[in-house]
DNA sequence: TCAAAAGTGTTTAGGATACACCCATGC
DNA sequence: GCATGGGTGTATCCTAAACACTTTTGA
């Protein structure tokens, strides 16, 4: 038997730190083990029709909060002990995601955010899922150097310090405020100013400019080096 | 019904200009017209599986020849006049490849390169090989600015001046010899020396180093920039 | 000795870096 | 006022850019 599926690799950042989300299965195989939201293809769905309506089926996101950007292909002979099953994996990155809750009967049972650092290493997620959710953030973090991907991560409006923190929970280090600024408010076609400010939140100090993304997520003309930002105290 | 296929982008220089191999269509849908060589995954093959065995059938290039790397999923509902297909796009760049022979029986009925130059705008190939055409020489474009791939465009050994070739043939323009020399010569884990140096090959002048890939095509430290180092003159 | 291609030197301009310093707000 | 985060100025350093120059071969 031949099947085709989609896993998706939702990416978010909760306090600081960088989340997937995971579900719990319900049905076997791999029953009760932690595992990336996706499941099979139906007819004349396209494969991305598919992701979209299996996670919200088992994680309650609606349409169209993120926008799924594909990984790749995972057609390993053996990657399912019930048989040949070729998967494509998406990747999505977004803000504010609320706490994941499974249609009644689905095949989950319990779907939540989960940090990357209690997942380190080890055989952690049902499938190859663990493999999967490797290369996704490898992708992400290649990503955020030479594209204009980091404003996926944020809101609709965002502040400059809101993309450094991108940068700094996906890449694990912490960037220079003032040099992180210029580079990206000079970028072409990276972000656009609102002309708004950010009044309330809750954060302290001088309110910060808000911004939007300048368009589609594209390559930069000149890349935000990982190295060169890193502040050094 | 829903299948599942794979589909080769493999590009090549020649005559200093960027190729692909394109097949004529020996059976319906498309027959007679020009499609990206490819076909369907058998039971137990991997999709990578299928892809080389396809372009062996199809092409006569042997297994190994070329490295694969995954472009993307194609799998909206009206791509196959057949019905629900799922394709899996590959693209490959190699250097100094054969002209190609159709094994007997398979479904194509020609093979050979074509310059992308003859291939302007327009609908050109069966199904949606034309987007998927598009889309992998976009991604070849943009890899070469953060990757090593160009590597992969070149033979086993190669002087610096087959690596600047494969730049401005896929990127189209004319690159600072010297400028380019030095940038990746410094480059980390880009390219090393092997000591020896390029006697003949009917080339004039003086005969240039030889170098080797520095190991898998990874992302560059410091990109190569498409913008700096065009040559002014 | 001449043409052709490889490789190196050198000046200059612009951007990255590492800070120091103001600005605007809540408490 | 003062703590907190946002934003700008700036001296220094480094690399890219432009192009002249030298080297090594075949004819």
């Not at 493999?131 to 490898?138: K, T």
């Given at each position: 038997?031949?099947?085709?599926?989609?896993?998706l690799v939702i990416l978010t950042?909760r306090?600081?730190e960088l989340h997937v989300l995971l579900v719990?299965?319900?049905?076997?195989?791999?029953?009760?083990?932690r595992?990336l939201p996706?499941?099979?293809?139906?007819?004349?769905?396209?494969?991305?029709?598919?992701?979209?309506?299996?996670?919200?089926?088992?994680?309650?996101?609606?349409?169209?909060?993120?926008?799924?950007?594909?990984?790749?292909?995972?057609?390993?002979?053996?990657?399912?002990?019930?048989?040949?099953?070729?998967?494509?994996?998406?990747l999505a990155i977004?803000?504010?995601?609320?706490?994941?809750?499974?249609?009644?009967?689905?095949?989950?049972?319990?779907?939540g955010w989960v940090p990357l650092s209690k997942l380190?290493?080890?055989?952690a997620l049902?499938?190859?899922h663990?493999?999967i959710l490797?290369?996704s953030v490898?992708?992400a973090?290649?990503?955020?150097?030479?594209?204009?991907?980091?404003?996926?991560?944020?809101?609709?409006?965002?502040?400059?310090?809101?993309?450094?923190?991108?940068?700094?929970?996906?890449?694990?280090?912490?960037?220079?405020?003032?040099?992180?600024?210029?580079?990206?408010?000079?970028?072409?076609?990276?972000?656009?100013?609102?002309?708004?400010?950010?009044?309330?939140?809750?954060?302290?100090?001088?309110?910060?400019?808000?911004?939007?993304?300048?368009?589609?997520?594209?390559?930069?003309?000149?890349?935000?080096?990982?190295?060169?930002?890193?502040?050094?105290?």
């Amino acid at each position: 038997m031949s099947a085709f599926a989609a896993d998706l690799v939702i990416l978010t950042i909760r306090k600081g730190e960088l989340h997937v989300l995971l579900v719990v299965r319900g049905i076997e195989p791999f029953q009760n083990e932690r595992a990336l939201p996706g499941g099979f293809r139906r007819q004349g769905e396209s494969i991305e029709d598919a992701a979209i309506r299996e996670l919200g089926e088992e994680t309650g996101m609606p349409d169209g909060l993120v926008a799924l950007e594909q990984v790749g292909v995972y057609s390993a002979s053996d990657r399912d002990p019930r048989g040949s099953v070729v998967s494509c994996a998406f990747l999505a990155i977004a803000p504010n995601l609320p706490i994941p809750v499974p249609a009644q009967g689905s095949d989950v049972k319990d779907a939540g955010w989960v940090p990357l650092s209690k997942l380190g290493g080890g055989e952690a997620l049902a499938f190859d899922h663990d493999r999967i959710l490797r290369d996704s953030v490898d992708q992400a973090r290649d990503k955020l150097q030479y594209t204009t991907i980091a404003t996926a991560f944020c809101d609709e409006e965002f502040t400059i310090g809101d993309l450094r923190e991108v940068y700094e929970v996906v890449w694990g280090v912490p960037l220079d405020r003032a040099n992180f600024h210029r580079k990206v408010r000079n970028a072409t076609e990276f972000i656009v100013p609102t002309g708004r400010t950010r009044s309330s939140g809750g954060a302290l100090g001088r309110p910060a400019e808000l911004y939007r993304a300048a368009g589609k997520v594209s390559v930069l003309a000149s890349p935000i080096l990982r190295g060169s930002l890193v502040a050094r105290r």
